[in-house]
């Protein structure tokens, strides 16, 4: 390392510090192994950081781990809201989808649906005829029962001959 008041001519830029304690410099000891020894050497009053620069063998890949990381960072981010922040308000599905129909009018409906597949999830049946839940249900005791392993209606016995 050269003296920090002449300009480096290196590809590597080096950045020059003073020790934590002007009073205390560090100091470069020496170790004996023959005699397991330790001396003094010398005292270091400035420090110096080597910074590679761009082009040097590894610095792609450490590019890549800390894109990598800087990604995962982000989502993380974005993935927790900040408290401040008001939840968006639920779209509602407007009333006119699901105005009650006659009764006689659902069965028809309902028994075509049972004719085009046997098994149906409530849910369906309500995307399907365009109902309130509740009064699709009171229709259903009439003409189907709930089987509990399926989590479907089907048709009574007595329709599903018809």
């Known amino acids: ?22 009073q205390r410099p560090f100091l470069v000891f020496s170790h004996d192994v023959k005699n397991s020894s330790w001396m003094a050497e010398g005292s270091i009053t400035k420090r110096g950081v080597v910074i590679p620069p761009s082009t040097t063998f590894g610095s792609s890949r450490l590019q890549k781990t800390a894109a990598t990381a800087e990604a995962s960072k982000e ?43 046997p098994e149906w999830a409530i849910v369906e049946l309500t995307r399907q005829t365009q109902q309130p839940v509740a009064f699709l249900k009171q229709v259903l005791k009439d003409i189907g029962v709930f089987n509990p392993s399926l ?12």
């Open 1 to 22: 390392i050269t003296d920090p008041a002449t300009p480096l001519t290196s590809a590597c830029p080096i950045t020059f510090t003073d020790p934590p304690d002007p």
């Open 75 to 117: 989502k993380l981010l974005k993935r927790k809201e900040p408290s401040f922040r008001k939840p968006e308000p639920r779209k509602v599905q407007s009333r006119t989808d699901h105005l009650r129909v006659q009764d006689s009018e659902l069965q028809v409906k309902l028994f075509a649906l049972f004719k085009e597949k």
């Open 151 to 162: 989590k479907a209606y089907q048709l009574k016995p007595e329709f599903a001959q018809l």
